[in-house]
């Protein structure tokens, strides 16, 4: 007889290794086939929802680590959800308009001046469906389950119509204006930009100090004095109308070779070294306040510069007199309002000075400094000249500076409306809460919204002129724009005259020839993705408004976040969001930013065909999302390890469960014995852990929970002896089927609870559980804890043992190194022990043998009697010696009793009894 044939081996087709890139779209096909997504929203259609509403990434290019990022811990949430007991519909969408689909076109040979307006639009609208086809695909690959043929997306005629009814709605309570004001300007995107398509890089930039004469010093000065300005934007010197000083600071007439110069008091020191004055004698202190309206000489122009007072004015750097050009700048420009002075911006959309910088014409702002700092000089006006590198504002896109210029834009005024805002802001719940103050502060502080692009790729301001001027924006001009733009799409507007998209028979008393014109800015694409509550929440059937979450990265409280809570506070009084998380980037494993010229870029598509999309996954799931996260070949490794052994948990349950029928062989909680009932427990508890974790958008924990609970309670302790009952005894053994029962259970529960994580591998494990019903555990719940009587005190008692087994671990391993033993199945453990561990030997019944997986156990005597050789530890003073007797060559227990039964003379006792009564036939 091969005695090897009488073992219960684990059997299971479930295989070890995972080869996710090519197992993972398979499984993923089943899905299509099986409709997924639609067999969750019908399973849980009569529960209370809970939406997650995406914030739409823009449809150009591949997708990047920060997409998987964003998209997974998407999923996270809604997988988790719709397991615990919502009905979570996941409406995937994308932001289709703006300036780099343009330039995508122009990039790829497309002239745009040799097409109409509406040509152009259809070619970037071609081109958003090919990215989104793309980005779709790669969404898809990450496991990411959602509503993918019936997205969200911005360029569609039924989301236009509501943009344009969100435009309406806030025209209408009077937030919507037109103004000459100085906003952020792109020379290179040829647009006015948002504050959230600003960022900030370093520049190297001329730092001059200016003299301006006093021409009538109303008494307080002389006309032999200058007042000193700092600028860093000698371009903006002919757009100069005025110097702001601030009513409450000193300053002082300082004297220098003969010179008279005013500059602040508290700057004195910091001018003087910086300019090279030597011995500055002060002649005169006088309070701001008392400069007002005195009146300097331009240096460049037969103009006066008129002296203002305004309370951006600082002694942080400069002077304390600033150079004041309302054409150019917000606090210049809302002081220049103040004291009547006109709006001067001789600077062009491309950037190119205009006639009115006489002398300068023609000439790039950039490229300008060099030639009006030399006028400057000439003029004698040029007191000093340096360069200095500091953070200055891009265009994000272009990725090129930008200027503020004054030019006709329309806004929607925030001010009118901020105190909602701020309260809307307190109302919502922030993770990470200091996502509260940082959006709190940004709408406290932010300027009125400019939403106006001179671009043609977008949704265009529904606004008409009367032959008067008069804009004409009304309930009834709105609805039928509406109305043809959910028909038609917006194209409509640029291929029709501004007579033929007003309602017919529309008259207006400006326009008594009956001639309309139309508004010829489309807005800002914040104003497209931030019109999504309205567009898409309101819109469709199977979502609500206010979304429950928000989740995007840390960016969009300057995006997103914010424009979504401007359009949804004006339009419905509420914040859009009920809570809004937010997550970090992906940075290298070094922490450095990602770069192709670096050469430090992980792909996700790379990943997912070298390692998995679960791999990924289980990434994300691993890092602390609210922070930045790294990522590197390096680390993913270390996360397929924890995979791997993972998975290999997933393989021995299955593989010890196969003659398992939970139906017929479970067994009762209270007929387990207690080292089973003390799984159980920590298996509850793991459960309770992972939901918690769940609820409260903590991955990591679970991550750390499953790996922990997977390696540490089973692998190294309970599938570590039970195998001496798995494969050893009879099949229907009572032990043997209480092993099976915790293992049965443990299976059932690790496979939910990572199911939102690990998607594939846990659908995949899911299908080789013989007694599950359901066609995938996306179409089960998360299981629930169970309350265990006694539970405390069963875990205080066993987490006390395995303190104990710990310490004997050691003592084999000291034992194996110093070779004495072999494997721990050659060894005899003597323990000497204090009374309490004696007691708690003593209250165990299980097979303590079995428990520590040796073929020799027994207490000799007290800690204090310990022979010399024994090595003392904290619960136990241990022996470790050669287990005395033959080895069997069934168990590989080495014992005396190997031999004693006739025949089965290589076995010990218990194996022969089993192979008697259950293998005779094999003989």
């Known amino acids: 007889m091969e005695y090897k044939d009488t073992l219960l081996m684990p059997q299971t087709e479930f295989p070890m290794r995972g080869n996710l890139p090519n197992r993972e779209p398979e499984i993923q096909s089943k899905w299509e086939e099986m409709d997924i997504y639609a067999k969750v929203q019908e399973r849980t259609k009569e529960r209370p ?92 690959r990450l496991g990411v389950r959602g509503d993918w043929e019936n997205p969200y997306i911005t360029l569609k005629p039924e989301y236009e119509a509501q943009q344009i009814k969100v435009f309406g709605e806030m025209a209408k309570k009077g937030y919507i204006y037109k103004g000459l004001k100085p906003v952020y300007w792109s020379p290179s995107s040829e647009s006015a930009l948002a504050e959230a398509e600003i960022e900030y890089n370093d520049k190297k930039s001329p730092s001059i100090y200016v003299g301006f004469k006093v021409r009538d010093g109303k008494g307080v000065l002389d006309t032999d004095t200058q007042i000193v300005i700092w600028t860093t934007t000698p371009w903006t010197m002919p757009a100069n109308l005025g110097i702001t000083v601030h009513a409450d600071l000193d300053y002082v007439v300082v004297e220098v070779s003969g010179q008279k110069y005013v500059v602040a008091q508290e700057l004195l020191e910091s001018v003087a070294n910086t300019i090279g004055w030597e011995n500055p004698k002060v002649v005169k202190t006088v309070k701001g306040q008392e400069l007002e309206h005195i009146l300097a000489k331009h240096p460049l122009y037969d103009r006066d510069s008129l002296v203002m007072l305004g309370e951006h004015v600082t002694t942080d750097a400069g002077t304390g007199c600033v150079h004041t050009a309302p054409g150019h700048g917000e606090d210049d420009f809302l002081v220049g309002q103040k004291y009547g002075l006109e709006v001067l911006c001789p600077v062009d959309d ?64 925030i001010k009118d409306f901020r105190n909602e805002l701020l309260e809307a802001v307190k109302e919502t719940k922030w993770v990470p809460a200091w996502g509260e103050t940082r959006l709190f502060n940004m709408v406290r502080d932010r300027g009125d919204w400019c939403i106006s692009r001179q671009r043609v790729w977008g949704v265009p301001i529904p ?34 005259e501004a007579k033929d998209l007003l309602p017919e028979g529309f008259t207006h008393p400006g326009s008594p020839n009956g001639k309309f014109t139309k508004e010829t800015d489309i807005m800002d694409v914040w104003f497209d993705s931030g ?86 996954r289980l990434w994300v799931a691993s890092v602390d999302y609210q922070a930045d996260v790294r990522v590197s070949d390096a680390i993913l490794k ?16 299955l593989g010890n469960l196969n003659d398992f029928n939970p139906e017929t062989d479970r067994v009762a909680f209270e007929n387990l014995r207690e080292v089973d009932q003390f799984m159980l427990v920590k298996l509850n508890k793991l459960i309770k852990t992972v939901r918690n974790a769940y609820e409260n958008y903590e991955f990591a924990g679970i991550y750390h929970a499953v790996n922990n609970f997977c390696t540490l309670d089973l692998s190294s302790f309970y599938l570590d002896f039970a195998k001496d009952v798995l494969y050893i005894e009879a099949k229907d053994h009572a032990e043997r089927r209480a092993i099976q029962t915790v293992l049965y259970e443990s299976l059932i529960a690790l496979t939910k609870l990572v199911a939102p994580i690990l998607s594939h591998t846990a659908d995949e494990v899911w299908g080789y559980i013989d007694s599950v019903k359901e066609e995938s555990v996306q179409l089960t719940d998360l299981p629930e804890a169970v309350e265990i009587a006694n539970s405390k005190a069963l875990e205080d008692k066993w987490t006390a043992f395995m303190e104990l087994r710990d310490d004997v671990l050691k003592a084999l391993e000291e034992a194996r190194n110093n070779k004495v033993i072999g494997k721990s199945l050659t060894a005899k453990v003597t323990l000497y022990v204090n009374d309490k561990t004696k007691d708690l030997l003593e209250s165990i019944s299980e097979n303590l043998k079995q428990l520590f997986i040796v073929s020799g156990f027994e207490v000799a005597g007290s800690y204090e009697n310990a022979p010399e050789e024994a090595l003392k530890l904290d619960t136990a003073a241990i022996v470790v010696t050669k287990a005395e007797g033959e080895t069997c060559d069934r168990c590989w227990t080495v014992t005396p009793e190997v031999g004693q039964v006739d025949s089965h003379p290589t076995l010990c006792t218990r194996c022969a009894q089993v192979v008697e009564e259950n293998y005779s036939h094999l003989s």
């Open 350 to 413: 491309k950037g190119y000075f205009t006639k009115d910088a006489v002398g300068f014409e023609g000439l790039f702002y950039d490229e300008a400094n060099k030639p009006i700092t030399q006028k400057l000089e000439e003029a004698g006006a040029l007191l000093k000249l340096t360069f200095i590198t500091h953070s200055y504002p891009h265009d994000w896109r272009t990725k090129k500076p930008v200027i503020f210029r004054a030019t006709a834009q329309w806004f929607a005024s």
């Open 463 to 496: 606004v008409f002129f009367a032959e008067s001027g008069e804009e004409i924006i009304t309930d009834e001009t709105i609805d039928h724009v509406s109305n043809l733009f959910r028909q038609h799409g917006s194209n409509i507007w640029f291929e029709r």
């Open 531 to 616: 019109s999504s509550h309205q567009a898409v929440l309101e819109e469709r059937d199977d979502l609500q408004r206010p979304a429950d979450l928000y989740l995007e990265g840390s960016d969009q409280y300057r995006g997103w976040f914010n424009s979504s809570l401007s359009t949804g506070v004006a339009v419905t009084g509420k914040a859009p969001y009920k809570g809004v998380l937010s997550h970090g980037f992906a940075l290298d494993g070094e922490g450095r930013k990602m770069s192709k010229s670096i050469g430090n870029v992980v792909v996700p598509a790379k990943v997912m065909n070298q390692l998995g999309a679960d791999i990924l």
């Open 638 to 653: 270390q996360v397929a390890e924890v995979y791997r052994k993972i998975r290999n948990t997933f393989r021995f349950l």
């Open 49 to 140: 929802m809970f939406v997650l509403h995406d914030g739409p990434p823009y449809a150009n290019g591949d997708i990047h680590m920060g997409h998987a990022l964003n998209k997974i811990l998407k999923d996270f949430i809604v997988r988790y959800k719709s397991m615990s007991g919502y009905n979570a519909p996941y409406v995937p969408g994308w932001d289709t308009h703006g300036l780099p689909i343009e330039q995508a076109l122009t990039n790829k040979g497309v002239k745009r001046k040799e097409l109409t307006v509406a040509e152009f639009r259809k070619l970037c609208e071609e081109y958003a469906y090919e990215q989104i086809d793309s980005q779709r695909t790669q969404f898809k």
